[in-house]
């Protein structure tokens, strides 16, 4: 079980919160981007990141793969593959790194959605969601196999009925 959040937009607390939360039970928290915190900030330790559009510190990463349970696991906010036009441009650089997950934030909307056996996630976010759904939310996935159990939750840590997923 691995935990993503994203766009957090200067909310520092809430990210220390699903930290508290997970530590002792997820292999790994994932942070998309625009935390609009320093690249070394405390926080950070045990939470893999990388840069948003609205982060200029520049000890952020673009990008980060790191293995999970097994799985390739990449991470990008999205703004430079245009997430927010769809996944086209996101899926060519998954499959060019052999991700088996592509993690990204940036649209402020959740989407979880399989394109040639990849899984592609957005965890919505944790500080300014947008669309159809208006709650603060995060991701947890869990890995079985070729199958992920996917729930977002919101900032109580409680299912989000409409977003569970099996894929
Ligand atoms: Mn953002």
Known sequence: MFVVLS?????????EDI????EKTASAIFHCGDSE???????????TVVAGNCDYDPGYQEFQLQEVEGKKVLLAHGHLFYV?????????????KNADIALFGHIHQPVAQKINDIL???PGSVAQPRGKYDIK?????????????????NLK???????QFEL
């Open 7 to 15: 766009d957090s937009h200067g909310e520092r607390a809430v990210i």
């Open 19 to 22: 930290k508290k939360h997970y």
């Open 37 to 47: 915190l320093p690249s070394d900030d405390e926080i950070w330790e045990g939470i």
């Open 84 to 96: 927010g036009l769809g996944l086209e441009r996101y899926s060519y650089f998954a499959e060019e």
């Open 120 to 122: 592609y996630l957005n």
């Open 137 to 153: 939310m995060y991701a947890v996935i869990e890995i079985k196999g070729n199958h992920y159990t996917i729930s977002y939750r």
């Open 157 to 163: 840590h409680e299912k989000i009925a409409d977003l």
